[in-house]
């Protein structure tokens, strides 16, 4: 188990995202977090890593710059900017706890397998470290209103640490693309599903050589009411525990029984 419940007045907080170091949602939970703790510190990519998932850098040396008082930025992914946040630059007194977001777009059903928002909370859960990511729903992603997650960041937060969770499980949080005061409430829900990738639009660039983009056409039709994907296109917020261990258990003992 983490060491929950946690005194988040007392908590020294890592902030992290996958938008890179200058994108408004990371501003957001910089400013969620400090609302709750004055000891928050910022490792974040110097560039966009969206859909990065849990990749690490390996093929090449990391460069980390400090651009001010515990806030540094990595030119890698996530993935990396927790490792180095943990056991190089808070080694000496690591996080009690890892927020990554608040992520520019959700992160919902089977984008978790892709985001490196979630990315960045799982290294930090193999670390032992509890840790929470935050995604921002939106409909319009050149009018973005991020006022749900600045209204109920704080909240769902407090709530989440007041209990204990097992180790190997972080919680994935979505805010829902509408005014906070449109709000409907906090669920506690599993991941739907809904697939990317049915979009896929071939072209021809300037040289005359084919090309295919991955749009993001998705199916949010027929989705169960219990689901995070149901929720937050109703106007709920969803709370998703996400366990990492991927072993199927009911399977283990037909396939033992196979290879005997």
């Not at 929950?4 to 910089?30: M, Q, Y």
């Not at 693309?177 to 049915?198: E, M, N, W």
């Not at 009411?225 to 283990?252: A, E, K, M, R």
Request: proline share 6%.
């Amino acid at each position: 188990m983490f060491d929950l419940p946690l005194d988040l007045s007392n908590a020294r907080i890592l902030v992290t995202n996958d938008d890179g170091i200058h994108a408004p949602g990371l501003k957001v939970l910089e400013a969620i977090a400090r609302s709750i703790s004055d000891d928050v510190w910022v490792v974040a990519p110097e560039m966009e890593q969206s859909a990065a998932s849990h990749s690490l850098t390996i093929n090449r040396p990391l460069r980390l710059r400090q651009l001010d008082e515990r806030r540094y930025t990595v030119d890698g992914t996530p993935t990396d900017c927790v490792l180095l946040a943990v056991n190089h630059i808070m080694k000496d007194a690591r996080p009690t706890l890892v927020l990554s977001g608040v992520n520019q777009g959700s992160n919902i059903g089977e984008d978790v397998t892709y985001s490196g928002t979630i990315a960045a909370a799982m290294e930090a859960t193999l670390l032992g470290v509890p840790a929470i990511a935050l995604s921002q729903h939106y409909e319009n992603r050149a009018q973005i209103d991020w006022s749900a997650a600045e209204r109920w960041g704080a909240e769902v937060i407090r709530k989440a640490v007041s209990t204990p969770w097992p180790k190997y499980v972080l919680l994935n949080v979505n805010f829902p693309a509408c005014p906070a005061d449109r709000v409907t409430g906090i669920q506690v829900v599993r991941h739907g599903k809904r697939k990317i990738g049915d979009e896929l639009v071939e072209r021809v660039d300037p040289r005359g050589k084919p090309y295919i983009w991955i749009g993001t056409l998705r199916g949010e039709a027929d989705v169960a009411s219990d689901t995070d994907i149901h929720v937050v296109f109703h106007g709920g917020i969803s709370v998703t525990p996400v366990y990492l261990d991927l072993t199927h258990t009911p399977t283990l003992q037909t396939l033992r029984h196979a290879f005997e």
